[in-house]
């Protein structure tokens, strides 16, 4: 897939509560004939019953963000809609403790593209001997290269937030975090 059409699309999904077309790219097959019938059933975003749901939640314009691992122990990173508009397979994952908090993020790659769920709780009240406050946010951030693409943030009560057991058991742990700009959260509550 061309790394411009792909961030351009998933912009467009991430700019507004308006819709984005499908982020990966028409097989050759779909390109020369319409009518020919796909020989794999597509995916759903949602992680399948024999699938171990490693995040998941929908975002304010109903779009669902999941990573799965599926039998094999090939991990997942799915978007979209009522279908699938992006999936990517891999990931890495990492995770740091705050002060009243902390945070799990898990990265996955697309050519200069990364797209980084994250699970954070941070403190917001230093106060002594008042509560601590917490502020919770998951999402997903969108780098291209260095620069920050986007920001999705779940919307769900339903919210599965990072699953650092199983993160754990599926992924390879970095040391550091891939990005901090996930502090945008905080301000875009």
Same mark, same amino acid.
């Given at each position: 897939?061309?790394?411009?059409? +792909? ?23 779909? *390109? /020369? ?5 796909? /020989?794999?059933?597509?995916? #759903? ?6 699938? *171990? #749901? ?14 799965? +691992?599926?039998?094999?122990?090939? $991990? ?8 699938? %508009?992006? *999936? ?8 740091? +403790?705050?002060?009243?908090?902390? %945070? ?19 403190? #917001?009240?230093?106060?002594?001997? %008042?509560?601590?406050?917490? !502020? ?12 920050? +693409? ?15 057991? !199983?993160?754990?058991?599926?992924? #390879? ?5 891939? $990005? ?8 875009? *509550?």
């Amino acid at each position: 897939m061309k790394p411009l059409l +792909a961030l351009a699309l998933l912009l467009g999904g991430c700019a507004g509560e308006g819709g984005s077309g499908m982020v990966r790219a028409p097989s050759s097959q779909e *390109e /020369t004939a319409d009518t020919a019938a796909p /020989t794999v059933q597509p995916r #759903t975003v949602a992680c399948a019953a024999a699938e *171990e #749901t490693i995040f998941s939640c929908k975002t304010a314009n109903g779009r669902r963000i999941s990573v799965c +691992a599926d039998e094999n122990e090939r $991990t997942f990173y799915r978007f979209g809609g009522d279908r699938l %508009e992006l *999936e990517i397979e891999g990931g890495e994952w990492a995770q740091v +403790a705050y002060s009243g908090g902390g %945070e799990a993020q898990i990265a996955f790659a697309n050519a200069g593209t990364r797209y980084i769920v994250f699970s954070r709780m941070v403190r #917001t009240n230093f106060a002594p001997g %008042e509560p601590n406050d917490p !502020a919770v946010s998951d999402g997903v951030i969108v780098l291209d290269g260095a620069e920050v +693409a986007g920001l999705r943030l779940c919307r769900d009560p339903d919210t599965v937030p990072v699953q650092y057991d !199983a993160a754990e058991r599926h992924f #390879t742990r970095v040391e550091e975090l891939f $990005t901090y700009e996930t502090e945008r959260a905080d301000r875009d *509550e």
